[in-house]
């Protein structure tokens, strides 16, 4: 069969975008007048921020074979997209940056294909770099695949030098698409991607795995149980290109015309007949970081909720359902697989959708072992585990039951590994273990870099680890983490009181170890930003009972003897002591506003 299907995997700009732009030229996909940098990059943010965000299809010519290119994303974050391109695939470039090497995330994205039993072109880029050593890096490779040195291509995607030698490579060592058509007589396809289009209802992107699909067929999607026929079938170039047929092997298109964007799911299977066995889909994604997204304006909700459902079809690694805050509304709690995932996610609903928001600050989801015999009493039943219906999984530190009930809190630990320069190890391992990292091993790629491996608590790295890292190693760093499940922990639930009452919106999960720290600055924070009212107020972090931080914001001082202009001293003694009775009274019956500036600045902590 002349098909090859492959994608390019690489570390975050390693320069899979130009070497795709560089094939599409190679293989006269596009004319020269048609090309743009990053041609496969199709949304504005992908060109702005020079990241590949989502995975891209793209089908070329050459030798008398059609090629199929799948161009991945190289970010951490975005992991679900790559092992989604990895299973329409029968073989992957890795690319290596010549004057870099192997970085943590080469490492992450090869384990990936190699469990998916792809076959691996090894490829240096980059090699007109000053900068470039080609001899070290090759030794890397060959020590990473056990591959000979012939075997490793080198290139510069940027100036077109050696675009022909990984065609050719591609071709002749890469494997055709397997065919199972004789065994089953029926068409199926695998999904692995998914948009919805204004005017033509929800477009999949598919692999034939056997059979063939045309125009105008009657054909199910075995997941949902939802008859469709077939609007269009195609490839892409990398635009739309409408087809008669797409057979066994090759990757295209299907228009459903379906507009309900909860009928067509990544990773459903689409036969000719209604009652065929399913492909084994995609392993189902965890979300590792959660936050609550609500609309700046209550009327907003709605909008807000039309944007989230048709972004979880193109994006099946999120995670969406209905939440109210005590301060903010009605909104939504979402999990995503990290802070760049969320940040696309809130800037995408910003620009694509004109949604204005307000995000809470990002936590990781915790498991609960309940020790009650009605758990469903403690706590709402959609958090219980199905295979453990005494534990719950909270991502809202405001559905964390009283303590009482409470056995064990487990929380999600990851392996992360970094790779670093031999003088940054110290900086790195301080920085680890500050976070409660368990340090595990440590080998060398070469004479000067170093792979470190931990072990350590998701909530510790979530928020600023990368930053601090990347400082504190001059920039040189780079890191990836793979989840490792949960285990127990001492963690407690951080409660906020405002005049001796809990703030159920500003409570927080963390380790007991830093609970004072965490206490001291959400307080200090408080202070700052909670309008002063006619009485003294209390700023209390609480653990159960127990107070562990405590910042008090002066009365607004009104000054009642303003207007005396003389007299015995007694006159103004009377108004000071019956300004005093009536302060005392108002804090009896005094309420504390929580303004969302205040909520807002606690959760930027």
Not at 2 to 15: L, M, Q, S, T
Not at 523 to 531: D, G, R, S, V
Request: glycine share 6%; net charge neutral.
């Amino acid at each position: 069969m002349n098909i090859r299907n492959f994608c390019i995997i690489a570390h975050i700009d390693h320069g899979k975008s130009t070497l795709a732009d560089r094939l599409i030229e190679a293989t006269g996909t596009l004319q020269k007048r048609e090309m743009k940098e990053q041609m496969l990059d199709m949304m504005d943010l992908e060109r702005e921020r020079g990241i590949t965000i989502k995975l891209q299809p793209v089908r070329m010519h050459y030798r008398d074979h059609e090629v199929n290119l799948i161009d991945t994303p190289g970010h951490t974050d975005f992991r679900y997209e790559v092992s989604r391109s990895l299973a329409a695939c029968e073989g992957a470039i890795l690319l290596v940056d010549a004057s870099q090497g192997i970085q943590a995330q080469t490492l992450a994205v090869l384990y990936m294909a190699v469990e998916a039993n792809l076959k691996i072109v090894p490829v240096l880029n980059k090699i007109d770099l000053p900068a470039a050593d080609p001899e070290r890096v090759s030794l890397e490779v060959m020590r990473l695949l056990g591959c000979e040195k012939e075997e490793i291509l080198r290139i510069s995607a940027k100036e077109g030098r050696g675009i022909t030698e990984v065609l050719d490579a591609v071709i002749e060592r890469l494997p055709p698409p397997r065919v199972t058509s004789a065994a089953l007589g029926t068409s199926r396809a695998l999904i692995f991607d998914a948009v919805m289009d204004a005017y033509r209802g929800a477009v999949a992107y598919v692999r034939i795995v056997e059979g063939s699909f045309r125009k105008g067929e009657v054909v199910h999607l075995l997941g949902t149980k939802t008859p469709f026929e077939v609007q269009d079938v195609g490839f892409f170039a990398p635009k739309y290109v409408s087809d008669d047929v797409l057979t066994e092997g090759q990757i295209g298109y299907l228009v459903t015309g379906l507009k309900d964007v909860r009928q067509v799911r990544v990773g459903d299977t689409i036969s000719a007949k209604g009652d065929a066995l399913q492909l084994p889909g995609y392993k189902q994604v965890q979300p590792m970081v959660f936050a609550g997204l609500y609309p700046s304006e209550a009327d907003e909700l709605p909008q807000l909720r039309d944007a989230l459902e048709k972004l979880s079809l193109n994006d099946a690694a999120l995670r969406v359902e209905s939440e109210r805050n005590a301060a903010l509304g009605n909104g939504f709690r979402c999990g995503f697989l990290g802070l760049l995932h969320l940040d696309i996610i809130q800037e995408r609903l910003e620009r694509e959708y004109q949604c204005t928001l307000v995000v809470t600050a990002p936590s990781v989801l915790y498991e609960i072992k309940l020790n009650a015999k009605n758990p469903a009493a403690i706590v709402r039943s959609s958090l219980l585990k199905v295979d453990e219906p005494d534990t719950a999984a909270i991502s809202n530190p405001a559905d964390v039951p009283d303590p009482t009930y409470i056995e064990e809190i487990r929380e999600p630990w990851v392996a992360l590994e970094i790779v670093c320069r031999k003088e940054d190890v110290g900086a790195a391992m301080t920085l680890v273990q500050e976070r409660r990292g368990i340090y595990q091993s440590l080998e060398y790629l070469d004479a000067d870099r170093a792979l470190l491996h931990f072990e350590v608590p998701l909530q510790g790295i979530v928020l600023d680890f990368f930053d601090q890292l990347k400082s504190a190693t001059s920039g040189y760093a780079s890191m990836s983490y793979e989840p490792l499940g949960y285990r127990k922990g001492d963690l407690v639930k951080l409660d906020i009181l405002l005049l001796g009452e809990n703030s159920e919106a500003l409570s927080t999960i963390v380790h007991r170890s830093e609970a004072h720290h965490v206490g001291s600055v959400v307080c200090k924070q408080l202070k700052e930003t909670i309008p002063k009212a006619q009485f003294p107020i209390s700023i209390q972090a609480a653990i159960g009972g127990k107070i562990v931080a405590r910042e008090t914001l002066p009365a607004y001082r009104k000054d009642v003897t303003g207007y005396l202009y003389g007299g015995d001293v007694s006159r103004k003694k009377k108004l000071l002591e019956k300004q005093k009775r009536g302060k005392k009274r108002m804090k009896q019956m005094g309420r504390v506003t929580l303004t969302q500036d205040a909520f807002l600045s606690v959760l930027k902590r």
